[in-house]
């Protein structure tokens, strides 16, 4: 059975949820043993790297018709798109109508064009983080390579110049520092993945750690 | 998967509140029963659930303090946020006796196999998994060369204060003790440099903006990257 509270003590409603409405996002209970939060923590796997748009790249390679690298001049060239919505991290903070904008996955596909057996994707950032996805997380509109928070240029502590913006999932899918899109048939795991988090990582369905 | 994981999923249970004591003027140790007991690595965390009466539930996350060479127990320390939605429920309503939900252990990156050697940077409540190393250390690698860098607010709110070791080298932020030599401060590259080794890993832990800044003096003195084990507990 589970232990309820003493009732000495009252769990409070999250603050933003006693607030009105917000402008953005669904405004609805956060997904399940989350909370509300209304600044942008960091999680980073050991120092927080350094990166000049000089000398970052983003490659797109693998099981593909075409690998392809843009440097930061030709990704800027790029057709452009903005993401309005929540953001979910596995410690347990999610943040309501956060804006991120940038360049569609999808963009990025059609001019590499994956190839037919090409399920997986393992996402790589500069400093060697990886994590791993399902190709069809990341198209039809639902993963970006975001450069712009809330109309400034993403912060370096958030991973700029760039990420990877995949807002339906935990945030650590959400490669920070982005460098890497290599499609895969099968899928191989990343940095949390071999490290007890769920393979896939699905706030709604709470799958936090492996085997969740 | 790694073996800090065990395998398949990791399971909700009911622990029993042992034991609990104040860690200083500020934090509350519980020592937790857990009846489904599993073995854990130092450096890892539980995640604890706490359910109100019409069902909400909130959870967060508690790094194991104590060394995994205590079986049939572990401890956690709770640092009391006064606004805070668990950790004031979790540091003074809760009672010996009482019941709690958590489950692990959680997390194969911040966790300490017996590298050494070892040198460990907290700051605040980020005292708390490196306390475990350092137990576990004591007893099972008693000749490992170890050394710690604790960074608190005040005296008042260093945690393990009696089991540090004199040679810990403590950093006072707010004020120091009567008599203390220097002003309160934040940590510098000195304290990096007279603690450093020249090989092993490091392992920082505390809130966001200490980890951020310990990491970056690491790398000033010479550490890899990929030897500076961070861990990061939130806001301030
Ligand atoms: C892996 C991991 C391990 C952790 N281990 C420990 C541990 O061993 N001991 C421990 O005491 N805590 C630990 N924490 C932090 C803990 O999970 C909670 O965040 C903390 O207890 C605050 O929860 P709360 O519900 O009381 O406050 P909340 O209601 O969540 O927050 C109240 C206010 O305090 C701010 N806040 C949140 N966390 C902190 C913080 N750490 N420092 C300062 N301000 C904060 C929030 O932004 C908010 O404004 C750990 C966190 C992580 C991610």
């Known amino acids: 059975m589970t232990p309820r509270l003493r009732s000495r003590h009252e769990l409070r409603l999250p603050r933003i949820l006693r607030q009105a409405t917000p402008a953005r996002g669904h405004g609805g209970p956060p997904p399940p043993g989350q909370y509300y939060e209304s600044g942008f923590p960091t999680l980073t796997v050991g120092p927080t790297p350094k990166v000049e748009t000089a000398a970052w790249n983003l490659r797109v390679d693998g099981l593909v018709e075409h690998a392809i690298e843009w440097d930061w001049n030709a990704f800027k060239a790029l057709p452009r798109s903005t993401f309005e919505g929540d953001i979910h991290c596995v410690t347990k903070w999610s943040k309501l109508g956060t804006s991120f904008s940038g360049v569609s996955v999808d963009e990025l596909l059609a001019l590499a064009q994956p190839k037919p057996e090409a399920k997986y994707v393992l996402a790589t950032s500069v400093g060697g983080y990886t994590t791993n996805l399902p190709l069809a997380d990341l198209v039809d509109g639902k993963a970006w390579i975001a450069d712009t928070h809330e109309d400034q240029p993403l912060p370096r502590e958030h991973g700029g110049p760039a990420r990877l913006l995949v807002p339906h999932l935990y945030f650590w899918k959400s490669a920070k520092w982005i460098a890497q899109l290599r499609l895969l048939a099968e899928d191989e795991w990343g940095f949390w993945e071999r490290n007890g988090y769920h393979h896939r990582g699905d706030p709604w369905q709470e799958q936090r750690y492996t085997g969740d | ?236």
């Open chain 2, 1 to 236: 998967m790694t073996d800090a994981t065990p395998p398949g999923a990791i399971t909700w249970q009911v622990a029993d509140v042992v034991a609990a004591w104040a860690e200083s003027s500020t934090a509350r140790t519980l020592r937790l029963h857990l009846p489904e007991p599993w073995t854990y690595l130092p450096g890892q965390h539980v995640d604890v659930r706490l359910t109100a009466p019409d069902g909400y539930q909130a959870q967060r996350s508690y790094s194991i303090g104590s060394s995994p060479a205590d079986e049939g127990s572990i401890e956690l320390t709770i640092q009391r946020l006064a606004d805070g939605e668990v950790s004031p429920y979790l540091c003074d309503v809760l009672e010996v006796g009482d019941q709690i939900e958590l489950r692990g252990p959680i997390g194969g990156y911040f966790v300490w196999r017996g590298e050494r050697p070892v040198l460990l940077v907290g700051g605040g409540s980020g005292l708390v998994p490196l306390m475990s190393i350092l137990r576990h250390l004591r007893r099972t690698a008693p000749d490992a060369p170890v050394r710690m860098i604790a960074s608190v607010r005040t005296p008042g709110d260093l945690l393990y204060s009696g089991e540090l070791g004199d040679d810990a080298r403590l950093i006072y932020t707010r004020a120091g003790p009567p008599g203390w030599a220097e002003p309160p401060r934040r940590l510098r590259p000195e304290d990096i440099a007279a603690a450093a080794f020249d090989e092993g890993p490091a392992y920082v832990c505390g809130p966001t903006g200490f980890v951020d800044r310990a990491a970056d003096l690491l790398l000033a003195a010479g550490y890899p990257a990929d030897q500076i084990l961070t861990e990061r507990f939130g806001p301030t």
